[in-house]
């Protein structure tokens, strides 16, 4: 709504020696009291927009209710997903990677600032190839499955204590040594 201007304009025109109707006869006092004060009433509404009757809104992002004053329209999204705090729009722009609105698909105003991308490492590995049908590679596997039979069927007997311990760890070493050369055929 724009400015309202109320101005009393009777007996503005009236001259102490004009003659007055016989309506106007009534009310001369009034007339008179109207000539010399005029009554203006401004009534004004800031910016444009109303305040809105509510104070107090709920943030989109972490769904918490709060002042309007703490809270940022920062796009052109209304109703209940118009407000939101600043820090939460700035947390949502960096876990996403834009500024770019996903409701109303325009960029976030008031200076939002997105991290910028990273670049994937383009580092293939292969693990499905020619090195299943290496000799070397089935050579080794065949050596630590006769070893992991010999040593359980020693575990099971009576006295599996210190040999069987010291299998174990041979078997632990030979299986990391493995893998070890597993990495050296596939680089």
């Not at 997903?81 to 876990?95: D, G, M, S």
């Not at 996903?102 to 293939?124: F, L, N, S």
């Not at 292969?126 to 080794?140: L, S, Y």
């Amino acid at each position: 709504m724009g400015d309202h201007v109320v101005v009393n304009v009777e007996g503005l025109g009236n001259d102490g020696g004009a003659v007055e109707k016989p309506s106007e006869a009534v009310n001369s006092s009034v007339v008179a009291a109207a000539s010399l004060s005029t009554t203006v009433d401004t009534v004004e509404e800031g910016g444009g927009e109303e305040e809105p009757l509510i104070q107090a809104a709920e943030c989109r992002i972490c769904q918490e209710e709060d002042s309007i004053k703490n809270l940022e329209k920062p796009c052109a999204c209304s109703g209940s997903l118009k407000y939101a705090h600043r820090a939460c729009v700035q947390r949502w722009c960096n876990e996403k990677g834009d500024i770019t609105c996903e409701i109303c698909h325009e960029q976030y105003k008031h200076g939002y600032t997105a991290p910028p991308r990273v670049e994937p490492d383009d580092t293939i590995i292969d693990i499905g190839g020619d090195w299943a049908r290496d000799p070397r590679i089935i050579a080794v596997a065949a050596a630590q499955r006769r070893l992991l039979e010999t040593e359980y069927d020693e575990y099971a007997g009576t006295d599996a204590s210190g040999a069987a311990f010291c299998r174990s760890a041979a078997l632990i070493v030979s299986t990391k040594q493995q893998f070890k050369v597993l990495l050296c055929l596939i680089s």
